[in-house]
C-alpha cells in the first residue's frame, strides 16, 4: 500500500467552485506539504504544515488553504477556483527526527483542470 | 524564488551511455538532494549530499557537490530506458538548514533504447 496517498486523483471543475484535495499518509511523518507543478516551472511550495497546530504559507499561497485534521491527514482547499489554478498537486511528507536531513517522501499527485 | 536550478532542460542519449546534469543554486546550503519524476508521478528521493562531502554513490548515480562554485552534477552511468525521467535538485528553502526544500525545474531525460 502507498504511504502517501492523494484524492481525487484526477478533477475537472468550474471557475468558482469550491475544491479539496485530501492527502492522507501512513508514514508517522509530523510534517507535510503541498506543492503545485506546473509545466516548465517545476515545483513550487503552497503551505507546509510541521504539525497539527503549526500551519505555514510557502510562496504560493494566495487563493489556497489548508487544514491539517490529525497527524496523518493535510487538506489543500481552493476556495473559488480560477484556470490558472490549473495544475498538478503534490502532497509529501518528511521525518524531523531526521536531523537536517529533509528527505521528502511524494504523493503520486492530483490533476486538476479549472474551466 | 527558486534556489537550484537544472541544466540542461532536457537530454537525450542512447541505452547505456552516460548522462550527466548539472544543478547550480545560490545561497550557502548544508545539503543538496536529487529526486527522480516518471512522467505524471510523484517525486522520489535518489540521493542526498552533504556539504561537507565531495562526491557521493548510489549504484550507478554518482553526485558531486562543488560549494564553491554552488554547483552539482549527477551522473548515470550505464543508462536504461527505464531511466527515462524527469530529474530534480532540491534544496533548503532559504539556502540555510530549515526543512522546506526548494526544487529547480528539471532535467528532461531521453534515454533511447
Known amino acids: 500500500d502507498a504511504d502517501v496517498t492523494q484524492t481525487p486523483r484526477n478533477r475537472i471543475t468550474k471557475t468558482g467552485k469550491r475544491i479539496m484535495l485530501e492527502c492522507s499518509q501512513t508514514?508517522?511523518?509530523?510534517?507535510m506539504y503541498w506543492y503545485r507543478q506546473d509545466p516548465g516551472l517545476g515545483l513550487r511550495l503552497i503551505y507546509y504544515?510541521?504539525?497539527?497546530?503549526?500551519?505555514n504559507k510557502g510562496e504560493i499561497s494566495d487563493g489556497y488553504s489548508v487544514s491539517r485534521q490529525a497527524q496523518a491527514k493535510f487538506s489543500l482547499s481552493l476556495e473559488s477556483a480560477i484556470p490558472n489554478q490549473t495544475a498538478l498537486y503534490f502532497c509529501?511528507?518528511?521525518?524531523?527526527?531526521?536531523?537536517?536531513?529533509?528527505?521528502?517522501?511524494f504523493g503520486p499527485g492530483t490533476r486538476l483542470t479549472v474551466l | 524564488s527558486q534556489q537550484g536550478e537544472e541544466d540542461p532542460q532536457a537530454l537525450s542519449i542512447q541505452e547505456g551511455e552516460n548522462a550527466t546534469m548539472n544543478c547550480s543554486y545560490k545561497?550557502?546550503?548544508?545539503?543538496l538532494q536529487w529526486y527522480r519524476q516518471n512522467s505524471g508521478r510523484g517525486l522520489v528521493h535518489l540521493i542526498l549530499?552533504?556539504?561537507?562531502?565531495r562526491e557521493k554513490h548510489s549504484g550507478r548515480l554518482r553526485v558531486t557537490l562543488d560549494t564553491s562554485k554552488k554547483s552539482s552534477s549527477l551522473l548515470i552511468t550505464a543508462s536504461r530506458a527505464a531511466d527515462t525521467a524527469s530529474y530534480f535538485c532540491?534544496?533548503?528553502?532559504?539556502?540555510?538548514?530549515?526543512?522546506?526544500?526548494?526544487f529547480g525545474k528539471g532535467t528532461l531525460l531521453t534515454v533511447n533504447p
Open positions: 532540491a534544496t533548503p528553502l532559504g539556502g540555510g538548514s530549515n526543512y522546506k526544500l526548494t
Open positions: 545561497t550557502s546550503i548544508n545539503n
Open positions: 549530499i552533504r556539504s561537507n562531502e
Open positions: 508514514k508517522g511523518h509530523d510534517r
Open positions: 509529501a511528507t518528511s521525518d524531523p527526527s531526521a536531523g537536517s536531513v529533509n528527505e521528502q517522501f
Open positions: 504544515s510541521f504539525d497539527v497546530k503549526d500551519i
